[in-house]
């Protein structure tokens, strides 16, 4: 396999066009734009309800060049484990399976059949696009929504800390893991290329930033994705068979606060709770680096 | 070749030799044992199949309608809350039209928890657009799970088909089925292959439906589910030119030749009538049987055809839709209304695994009797055994 190594080598074939119904800047679809480039046309995809189940069109129109079908919220990876029964059974071994759903089809409500997926060694690819709330819904908190975020029903700023679906999706031994991000596309590509090549499940989790929920501007959405990787408070690595391998890692970290700041959803944050995230980053960088 | 099985061991049979390729099941009391049985056939290599091992029902249907979509036969087993659960599946699968079987071994709903038969579990999802079967013993849970096959797959119906039978008095009961040779099933059942999700042909399946389009689907749902009917009819024939069993279409009576009051009623509660019947013809009553087959659709011509002579109809209905009554016996006024001024009695009985004997029938059958003398119009509905 060769892997894609920059941005003149990624195949030019959209296989999900142009006309979508997204928002401008919509880190979700940005997010399934690349990882296709390295999925390739024999790819069925089952989303989930989320935004990015709705954008790719209504009625009888569709920005999909694949199979697509928008499955009820909590079974993504139920859909996708029949998906592949099926196709094993009538012979047909180079199709990718993928279960692509958002925070809450991932880490809540789907979270029932995800386990059950990951823990029969499902032959899928389960792909978290993450943008930190209930963006289809309007934004409410979800399981995987920071603490202090303001999101609709949290309007005093999310009392809890954000679970750790990364630790969580480890314990289940995936054949392959890994975390993304739309800023590094070359990276969130080629770690596409390698999990097509393994079998067994496989789970990526891409930081998929939305301007409306987390308060920024519409032409911020890849800069801020970056700032997350840059602070250290989004680690680039992937792990094969348990083994982790960074992929990236920033040359200097920027300060957590420029991050934050640049985002309406935390603007509850004091500095006593900006340092508290500081110190936490600092924490998680320098285990992750060891 | 004749076997003494039970309903679980007959449904498993059926699932074998209809050589269906994915089984999505979870595991529900008394259902469990069908998917058992079937991973046996799979272990042992008399069955070709990919056994998901879901987590939940939910999952099961969602699994087993992802495996439809991707063009295989795929079947599962629940009832009760396994059913309740995966309800909102059930409104996928008939809205995207895939021919999913499903054995329901009828079971109560909580609460009270109950593990015992009742229809109620079947008749809560009977808006749910899915053809449903009630079965009167193991040998037609057999036979017309393997009609299942064919109805659902059938180009002018393309529905899931639920096929129910009663936990314990059924599932758990031997009695003498006989097996269909394979090489009969399979010119019975050839596999036709409609993949939506197919790499060859890329669709968007359910994207979001406006006002503009939803209720044309639905129109077009509706009228494949009352096609169902007569297609049900159909292959009920076909196959009982195979086997020799006919098991009629959507009704079937039993001593209706002038009959003047009429059990009506599905299930296993068929067979206690049909030996209620002949005692009470032995004693001189006018009494008949209508065995209701299919319940969805509900068969409003042959209903109104059988029973609009009658001087009476019970319907005997072990469900009961809250302040309404009786599922049977509210579609059968709904069927006789402007054709036929029939009164209709309606009994709610046997909720929960109360049992009801053929004595009690007899009870039922005099209570009507009496009744029908005194001129009193029927009561909307009226609860036996309590």
Known sequence: MDLITSLAEVPETELFTGGHGGCRSCGAAIAVRQALKALGPRTIITIPASCMATIGGSDLTTAWEIPFYHALFETAPAVASGIRAALDIQGIKDVNVVSWAGDAGTADIGFQSLTGAAERQENIIHVCYDNETYMNTGGQAGSVTPYLAVTPDTPGGKPTPRKDMLAIMAAHRPAYLATASIAYPLDLIQKFQKAKEIQGFRYIHILAPCFKGWGIREDQTVQVARLAVESGLWLLYEEIKGQRRVTYRPERRVPVADYLRLQGRFKQMDDAAVAALQAEVDRRFQEVQS | ?386
């Not at chain 2, 089925?177 to 993949?195: E, G, I």
């Not at chain 2, 968007?204 to 589910?225: C, G, I, R, W």
């Open chain 2, 1 to 386: 070749m004749p076997q003494l099985l039970n309903g679980n061991e007959a449904a498993a049979h059926a699932a074998r030799l209809a050589r269906v390729e994915v089984l999505a099941s979870y595991p529900i009391t008394p259902a469990a044992p069908v998917m058992e049985k079937i991973t046996q056939f799979i272990t042992e290599g008399s069955l070709k199949a990919n056994f998901v091992r879901v987590e939940s029902d939910h999952s099961a249907l969602a699994a087993a309608l992802g495996a439809s979509m991707a063009g295989a036969r795929s079947f599962l087993i629940t009832n009760s809350q396994g059913l309740a659960y995966m309800s909102e599946v059930l409104y996928h699968v008939s809205g995207l039209r895939q021919p999913v079987v499903m054995a329901v071994v009828n079971r109560a709903l909580a609460a009270p928890h109950s593990r015992f038969p009742e229809h109620g579990d079947a008749i809560a999802q009977e808006t749910a657009g899915w053809i449903q079967f009630f079965c009167e013993n193991n040998q037609e849970v057999l036979d017309s799970l393997l009609q299942a096959f064919r109805l659902g797959e059938d180009e002018r119906v393309r529905l899931p088909v639920m096929v129910n039978y009663e936990g314990y008095i059924q599932s758990h009961t031997r009695e003498v089925v006989d097996l269909p040779d394979q090489k009969v099933v399979d010119s019975f059942l050839p596999l036709v292959r409609r993949p939506v999700l197919d790499v060859e042909n890329p669709l968007a399946v359910n994207t979001v439906a406006s006002p503009a389009v939803y209720m044309d689907y639905k129109f077009h749902q509706d009228e494949a589910l009352k096609r169902a009917g007569e297609v049900a009819r159909e292959i009920n024939a076909i196959y009982a030119g195979l086997t020799g069993r006919d098991w009629g279409g959507p009704v079937s009576g039993y001593r209706l030749e002038g009959a003047e009051i009429v059990l009506v009623t599905m299930g296993s509660l068929v067979s206690t009538a049909r030996v209620a019947v002949d005692a009470l013809r032995s004693a001189g009553e006018k009494a008949g049987l209508l065995k209701v087959r299919l319940f969805r659709p509900f068969p409003l011509t042959e209903i109104r055809a059988t029973l609009k002579t009658v001087k009476a109809v019970v319907a005997l209905d072990k469900n009961i839709v809250f302040s309404s009554g009786g599922a049977l016996a509210r579609e059968i006024r709904a069927g006789l209304y402007g054709h036929a001024a029939v009164p209709v009695y309606s009994y709610i009985l046997g909720l929960g695994g109360r049992d009801v004997d053929v004595e009690d029938l007899m009870a039922i059958y005099r209570q009507v009797r009496d009744q029908r003398q005194a001129g009193a119009v029927p009561a909307p509905y009226q609860w036996y055994g309590l």
